[in-house]
Antibody, heavy 122, light 107 residues
Framework: QVTLKESGPALVKPTQTLTLTCTFS??????????VSWIRQPPGKALEWLAR???????FYSTSLKTRLTISKDTSKNQVVLTMTNMDPADTATYYC??????????????WGQGNLVTVSS | DIQMTQSPSSLSASVGDRVTITCRAS??????LNWYQQKPGKAPKLLIY???SLQTGVPSRFSGSGSGTDLTLTISSLQPEDFATYYC?????????FGQGTKLQIK
């Protein structure tokens, strides 16, 4: 079955760089059509899509955050890594990774990780 | 970026009620609209994709409709397990965007 799990620090200091890893199983990012996205959710607030990486290494980013984000993959390890630079308390959120697939040509997030709460504080 | 506006932001209803949540896009998105349900402390769950297609395993009391800029999610007869927060999400173009959420509470 498909599973995803986020890992990374629970606490980072302002101005530091956050590195999160999504380790997945049940599918391969070398399979045509597979994609993984990162999505975050500040406490009590809405979901915000951050970035996407595709099977062919295409990458897409949030307009407002693209200067701070880098997404990469290690297909051999079934991992996707997100880095976010210059962290701020406003970046405190639960960070999710999710599989993206096309169902009837519609991109959906059909499997999600459990989330990794990251608090930004000195 | 395409802005997604959900209404209402919160809703109180009773078991057995029929409820409708609306999602308005800032530009036409055809049927590239998905609905997710999120319960406290859990990841979102895909309910509806392509505006009206039911994800496998989702009860038939959930339905979606609409196209273009105005799309809706309807729950025909609320069950206790349906009290949660619902989000719409456009997959018409990147950057993908979500609505602000509708919190469905027990009256």
């Amino acid at each position: 079955q498909v599973t995803l799990k986020e890992s990374g620090p629970a606490l980072v200091k302002p101005t530091q760089t956050l590195t999160l890893t999504c380790t997945f199983s049940g599918f391969s990012l070398s399979t045509t059509g597979m994609r993984v996205s990162w999505i975050r959710q500040p406490p009590g607030k809405a979901l915000e899509w951050l970035a996407r990486i595709d099977w062919d290494d295409d990458k897409f980013y949030s307009t407002s955050l693209k200067t701070r984000l880098t997404i990469s993959k290690d297909t051999s390890k079934n991992q996707v890594v997100l880095t976010m630079t210059n962290m701020d308390p406003a970046d405190t959120a639960t960070y999710y990774c999710a599989r993206g697939t096309k169902t009837s040509s519609i991109l959906v997030f059909d499997y999600w990780g459990q989330g990794n709460l990251v608090t930004v504080s000195s | 970026d395409i802005q997604m506006t959900q209404s209402p932001s919160s809703l109180s209803a009773s078991v057995g009620d029929r409820v409708t949540i609306t999602c308005r896009a800032s530009q036409a998105i055809s049927s590239y609209l998905n609905w997710y349900q999120q319960k406290p402390g859990k990841a979102p769950k895909l309910l509806i994709y392509g505006a009206s297609s039911l994800q496998t395993g989702v009860p038939s009391r959930f339905s979606g409709s609409g196209s273009g800029t105005d799309l809706t999610l309807t729950i025909s007869s609320l069950q206790p397990e349906d009290f949660a927060t619902y989000y719409c999400q456009q997959s018409y173009s990147t950057p993908y965007t979500f609505g602000q959420g509708t919190k469905l509470q027990i009256k």
